[in-house]
Nanobody
Framework: QVQLVESGGGLVQAGGSLRLSCAAS????????MGWLRQAPGEEREFVAA????????VYADSVKGRFTISRDNAKNTVYLQINSLKPEGKAVYYC?????????????????WGKGTQVTVSS
């Protein structure tokens, strides 16, 4: 079992930066692929980025490539999402998710555990 708690959301100006954190508890974190996904009002949850259990492999949605960076620190049981050059369409609730078997996935249905999310609001 993995419990996930996101933090770091807030109000940011368009073009600004933010770092989200996801603190995990549970024995399987270090062996789990992790993902960040987001959901805007009235929209479906969409994939943002994922990282393998080792941290050696990452994958990003085309819409965030070059601006977002996912990383993890298994010693601290934490995964991060560095957000740069934030766009107004980046306003959403950002969720951290864990997948206990397999690599990180762009399919939200493949994740086994979810946090409650952290709100990111973008002002123009």
């Amino acid at each position: 079992q993995v419990q996930l708690v996101e933090s770091g959301g807030g109000l940011v100006q368009a073009g600004g930066s933010l770092r989200l954190s996801c603190a995990a508890s549970g024995r399987t974190f270090s062996s789990s692929a992790m993902g960040w996904l987001r959901q805007a009002p009235g929209e479906e949850r969409e994939f943002v980025a994922a990282i393998s259990w080792s941290g050696l492999s990452t994958v990003y949605a085309d819409s965030v490539k070059g601006r977002f960076t996912i990383s993890r620190d298994n010693a601290k049981n934490t995964v991060y999402l560095q957000i740069n050059s934030l766009k107004p369409e980046g306003k959403a609730v950002y969720y951290c998710a864990a997948r206990t078997s397999g690599d990180g996935s762009s399919n939200p249905k493949r994740y086994d555990y979810w946090g409650k999310g952290t709100q990111v609001t973008v002002s123009s």
